[in-house]
């Protein structure tokens, strides 16, 4: 291990001091990444802690492929996720993991609240606390990232990572920001840094040597990982389209989630299409540190200004198909400019895109039926409205009334006070991902850690069983086993858009020529601890698998695999069940 990987820093908000302590031991048993954050959870945030008080823990890792290797380019943040009361975990690129790890840290733990706002200066050896009660209330994101920017040395390799004003006003779902296109933002780390008072964190890496054990060894492994992910097709798709490639399959196949998922086909699906995005509004391409990839991709469109209209304000957004489903084909939207600049104004207020988009589908289906008026929303909206659309995000921030202070603790929240449940698109306090593939999307849904699409993938083993599907036993078998593999992938750091090129034995090989030992075998092992002990923790924390509830809306839709048998996915989570439960809480 490099002296560097097994340094953390742990900071003390409340008192504004800090401290570096040497953990080989977290880094030599659990790898880094999502492994070594999960222990840095359980010795951090006590049992039943407040996810917006000070108890809580944010936790930064990063990996030991992390500077060594392309696409290793992850950092992964741990905390109490104030949206579900349970784990929150969420990745993010860009270059935080590049500038986390140069400043010869493995992990970073902010803990405590500071009296007032302030943002943090971190480099390799010193944290400097700096007033940001300035940029508090400041209504972009992207703006601040500017000024902080302007206000640090050193302007090499540097992450900014902030919130807008949906973490200030403490919106559950709220996301941080980082490098201005990539984005921690599932679960509500937004609002755990607003609870915190932390508006903003810069961390500068300086140049370290990293060792390697064999240099023709890693030189080897270092150009296959480099050839593999841009000379053959493996990656290609994420630089030509990225995920926004997958709107047009989905809607063919029958598994696009339109309209509140009432329906899976939509006219005019096309113009919200990568295919169209890219022809009509690419601006460029760009990646995360160390990734030869570049899947960020930026669209760039003109306005006019209303007060001269010879001048003209242009505007950059990033997208990709979670935006494009939520912002896009979940609210009937199918006008281009009007879905970009509707995600440019999720992104500027700092607010998760898949959270918000599913929950103004639900403010949307449930004005149609008359559960709450326009009394509530104080705008009136129906399918594809996205300028009305923009006012609804901006008072959820805001939030003027009761509704909205309601809104902006989840859908499972609002749902529960207003009625709609059945509709309420939303799987363990988070909502839906953009897959209406059948059942095993549905279950990953409900039984993985995040209750994200990116737990365990179901939606790709639907997609490999059209119309032949396993027993519910085999299909939760072969979740876990890849949600399992996954904490490896996520303990390294590595992109999961790698996870065909990183397998086990390259992963072995990588280790190899750095001078770590470590088999396929114990990588798989690895793995699966971690798993469960993100699941102790889960179940700590009052996860009750006997509790799990999808919504009912599921089953009234077709999928591709035609209509979701109810008893499939009670006999899937029956068995699920059993499995976990046999997990023994940490005292």
Known sequence: M??????VLYIDLT?????????????????GGVGVATQLYKENIPKNADPLGPENAIIFAVGPLVGYYPMASKTVAVFKSPLTGNWGESHAGGRSAMAIRFAGYGAIVIRGKSDIPVYLVITGNKVLFRDARALWGMSSAITVGRIVRENVWNPGLRTIIRIGRAGEKLVRYA??????????????????????????????GRRIRLPTASPRKYREIYDYIFEKATKTPAMKKYHELGTAMNVLPLHELGALPIKNLTQTKLEGVDKVSGEHIAAEYLGRRVACSHCPVACIHIAVYREKYE?????????NTVYDYEPIYALGSMLGITDTKGMLKLIHQVDILGLDAMSTGVILAWITEALSRGIISEKETLVRVNWGEWEKYIEIVRHIVEQPNEFYRTAAQG????????????????????EMPGYHTGPAAHIGYAIGARHSHLDNAGYSLDQKKLGKLPSPEELVDTLVKEEAWRQVLSSLVVCFFARKIYTAEVIAKCFEAIGWNITPQELETIGHKIYMEKYQIKLREGFDPEKIRLPKRIYETPTPNG???PEYIRSALRYFKRKILAIQTSP
């Open 563 to 565: 209509k979701i048998d």
């Open 15 to 31: 008192h504004k001091k800090y401290e570096i302590v040497r953990r080989p031991d977290l880094f030599e048993e659990w790898i």
């Open 175 to 204: 996301a941080a920001i980082t490098e201005t296109y990539r984005h921690f933002g599932r679960l509500g780390l937004g609002a755990v840094m607003g609870s915190k008072k932390l508006k903003a964190i810069a961390i500068i």
């Open 2 to 7: 490099d002296q560097y990987l097994e340094r």
């Open 307 to 315: 007060e001269d209209p010879f001048f003209y304000k242009t505007s």
């Open 411 to 430: 859908l499972a929240k609002l749902s529960s006070v207003y009625g709609g449940e059945d509709f309420a698109l939303v799987y363990g306090g988070n």
